[in-house]
């Protein structure tokens, strides 16, 4: 089976819902979607021994869940740009944007042949902002994904 590095991997934001995607720059680490089912307990007293039950609990699957994406960013505090680093703007826009609509998000996963994408709907619902005596400035994103993240492979 062939290693796929994920160096070079790039990761696009669309307010509009996807029909004109913005490269995020000067991306890091990406983490997700982190995908999760909850248990829903359905032990009802027919699971008891003598009520001719085995007497562990049952359950059933809960709904789906896509988690979240999160990503560091090396965070450019006098930028500008549309790529959404700065307050008021961009991703960190999506933030305090209050009518309630979803933003569409991509990874375009990098592989050696051919692409590989996840697509979603999303809202940023977490940044944290770092400023070491020595380093650079970062920033640590979180996108909620709201339902079902689509994996294409071609």
Same mark, same amino acid.
Request: charged fraction near 20%.
């Given at each position: 089976?062939a ?5 070079g991997s790039?990761?696009y ?13 000067q991306?890091?680490d990406i ?11 359905a ?7 003598d ?8 359950f059933?699957k809960g709904?789906p ?6 990503? =560091?960013? $090396?965070w *450019?505090p006098?930028?500008?740009?549309? !790529? ?6 961009? +991703?960190? #826009? ?25 697509t979603?709907?999303g809202?940023?619902n =977490?940044? $944290?902002? *770092? ?5 650079? !400035?970062t920033a640590?994103?979180?996108v909620? +994904?709201? #339902?079902k993240?689509t994996?294409?492979?071609?």
């Amino acid at each position: 089976m062939a290693k796929h590095p994920s160096f070079g991997s790039i990761l696009y934001w669309d307010p509009a819902g996807g029909t004109s995607w913005i490269s995020i720059g000067q991306v890091t680490d990406i983490s997700g979607p982190s995908v999760s089912r909850g248990d829903v307990d359905a032990t009802d007293h027919d699971s008891a021994v003598d009520n001719g039950g085995d007497g562990w609990r049952e359950f059933v699957k809960g709904v789906p869940d896509a988690g979240d994406l999160t990503f =560091g960013l $090396n965070w *450019d505090p006098v930028n500008l740009n549309p !790529h959404g680093q700065t307050a008021g703007t961009g +991703i960190l #826009g999506d933030f305090e944007d209050t009518t309630g609509d979803m933003a569409a998000w991509r990874l375009d996963l990098h592989t050696l042949s051919g692409t590989m994408e996840w697509t979603f709907d999303g809202y940023l619902n =977490g940044a $944290n902002f *770092d400023t070491p005596i020595e380093g650079t !400035h970062t920033a640590e994103i979180t996108v909620k +994904i709201s #339902g079902k993240p689509t994996l294409t492979a071609s």
